[in-house]
């Protein structure tokens, strides 16, 4: 299993605006994937982030808006990139580590 | 497409009262099924794993059964903790970096 943290745990922003979401885990990892809860929505993925390469993103998501950095094994971030209230959802990190386990979340309203 | 597609939406039991949560699933070569509990503002906690058709996994109360077109979560003598929401996803053998989630059924065990 994985112990997984995210920073923050919260925030209420501006449009306009934006935020960088943090991600570490207790144990090194080859892959760390981001995935979007909308209210009322189940999770859907945003990209996966490989050490030392660029990531990969799904479709409908861009690296201009949600650009992602993944400097060690250990440690990522997503950035929430000029939010508008539609960016409002909860951010999760998750990794692959003998079963695929999730952060705690990042709850996100844009104003 | 793949999809998946769970039902019920909710589901209100009463302790003690057993009852099973369906997830019928349509991907293109099924390289894993995944069962996981979520909590309000938390993130997902994993709960299993299913690879095959006819393999089934226990813990405490939740038995997880798979076919080729669906799965089942069994709840047996649940108990108010076990309120929360159940979210299946599936893996396919094309794209393993990617779990394509259900909306989930949201469960709520009254005393």
């Known amino acids: 299993s994985a112990v997984i943290s995210q920073k923050p745990s919260r925030d209420i922003c501006q449009r306009g605006t934006s935020l960088t979401i943090q991600c570490q885990v207790d144990?090194?990892?080859?892959?760390m994937f981001w995935y979007r809860q909308q209210p009322g929505q189940s999770l859907t993925l945003i990209a996966t982030?490989?050490?030392?390469?660029?990531?990969?993103?799904e479709s409908g998501f861009v690296i201009d808006k949600f650009p992602i950095s993944r400097p060690n094994l250990t440690f990522s971030t997503l950035t929430v990139s000029n939010m508008s209230p539609e960016d409002s959802s909860i951010y999760l990190c998750?990794?692959?580590?003998?079963?695929?386990?999730f952060g705690p979340g990042t709850r996100l309203l844009v104003l | 497409e793949d999809q998946v597609t769970q039902s019920p939406e909710a589901l209100r039991l009463q302790e003690g009262e057993s009852s099973s949560l369906n997830c019928s699933y349509t991907?293109?070569?099924?390289?894993?099924l995944f069962w996981y509990r979520q909590d309000p503002g938390k993130g997902p906690e994993f709960l299993f794993t299913l690879y095959s058709a006819g393999e089934e996994k226990e813990k405490e109360r939740l038995k997880a059964t798979l076919t080729k077109k669906e799965s089942f979560l069994h709840i047996t003598a649940p108990k108010p903790e076990d309120s929360a929401t159940y979210l299946c996803?599936?893996?396919?053998?094309?794209?393993?970096?990617?779990?394509?989630f259900g909306t989930g059924t949201r469960l709520q065990v009254f005393p």
């Open positions: 996803a599936v893996q396919a053998s094309y794209n393993t970096d990617k779990l394509i």
């Open positions: 998750s990794v692959v580590s003998g079963g695929q386990y």
């Open positions: 144990s090194q990892v080859t892959m």
């Open positions: 982030a490989n050490q030392g390469s660029e990531a990969t993103y």
């Open positions: 991907v293109s070569g099924l390289r894993g």
